[in-house]
C-alpha cells in the first residue's frame, strides 16, 4: 500500500454538484493537509489538521469543506463550485514533531464546468 | 514574511551530468527548514531531500544533495547523473519550525532530460 492515496484520481463535477474527495495515509502520521495547485501558481495550503483538529484554515470560500474523522483518513467535501476551483488538490500527512516533513498524495485532478 | 525564489522557470541537462537548481529564500527567522520536491507529469509531489538551518552538513540522499549557503539565503538542489525519470518540475519549500505547519512553496523549475 502506497504512503498517502487519494481518490479519486479524476473528478469533473458540474456548479450545483456535490461531491467529496477522499485521501488516507498509511504512514502512521497525526497530520494531514489539504493543498490546492492551479495552473501557473504556486501551492497553495488550504486546510490542516493535526491529531484531527483542525489548526489551520487559509481563508478558504466555505464550498469548501474538510472533515478529518481519524488520523488516517481526509475528506474534502465540495458544494456549488467555481470553474476557478478547478485544480489539482492534493493531500499531504506528516508527523506533528520534527521536520514535519510532509509526503504527498498522487492528487486529484478536478475540473468544474 | 516568508518567501521562496525559484529564478529558473525551465532547465535542460544531458543525461549523466549534473545539474543545481537555484533556490533562495527570505526568512527573519533563526530556525527553519528548506525542503525540496518533485512533481512528475502524473501530479504526485514527492519529496527529496531536507535540509534544517542549524544542520552543519549539507544534506544528501542518495543522488540529491543540497549546496546550503545559510549568508547568501540559498538551497540550491544538485542532482547527480541526470536520469531521463528526473523530468519534471522541482519545487524548493520552507517552513518555520515553530509550531507552524505552513510549507512556503516556490514557483517551481521544470528540468528536461536529454537523452
Known amino acids: 500500500e502506497t504512503g498517502v492515496t487519494q481518490t479519486p484520481r479524476h473528478l469533473v463535477m458540474g456548479m450545483t454538484n456535490k461531491k467529496s474527495l477522499k485521501c488516507e495515509q498509511h504512514?502512521?502520521?497525526?497530520?494531514m493537509y489539504w493543498y490546492k495547485q492551479s495552473a501557473k501558481k504556486p501551492l497553495e495550503l488550504m486546510f490542516v489538521y493535526s491529531l484531527e483538529e483542525r489548526v489551520e484554515n487559509n481563508s478558504v470560500p466555505s464550498r469548501f469543506s474538510p472533515e478529518c474523522p481519524n488520523s488516517s483518513h481526509l475528506f474534502l467535501h465540495l458544494h456549488t463550485l467555481q470553474p476557478e476551483d478547478s485544480a489539482l488538490y492534493l493531500c499531504a500527512s506528516s508527523q506533528v514533531e520534527g521536520s514535519k516533513t510532509q509526503y504527498f498524495g498522487p492528487g486529484t485532478r478536478l475540473l468544474v464546468l | 514574511a516568508q518567501k521562496i525564489t525559484q529564478t529558473q522557470p525551465g532547465m535542460f541537462v544531458q543525461e549523466k551530468e549534473a545539474v543545481t537548481l537555484d533556490c533562495t529564500y527570505d526568512?527573519?527567522?533563526?530556525?527553519?527548514?528548506l525542503f525540496w520536491y518533485k512533481q512528475p507529469s502524473s501530479g504526485e509531489m514527492i519529496f527529496l531531500i531536507y535540509q534544517g538551518s542549524y544542520d552543519e552538513q549539507n544534506a544528501t540522499e542518495g543522488r540529491y544533495s543540497l549546496n546550503f549557503q545559510k549568508a547568501r539565503k540559498s538551497a540550491n538542489l544538485v542532482i547527480s547523473a541526470s536520469q531521463l525519470g528526473d523530468s519534471a518540475m522541482y519545487f524548493c519549500a520552507m517552513r518555520r519550525m515553530d509550531s507552524s505547519y505552513k510549507l512556503i512553496f516556490g514557483s517551481g523549475t521544470r528540468l528536461l532530460v536529454r537523452p
Open positions: 526568512t527573519s527567522d533563526q530556525s527553519y527548514g
Open positions: 504512514l502512521g502520521h497525526n497530520a
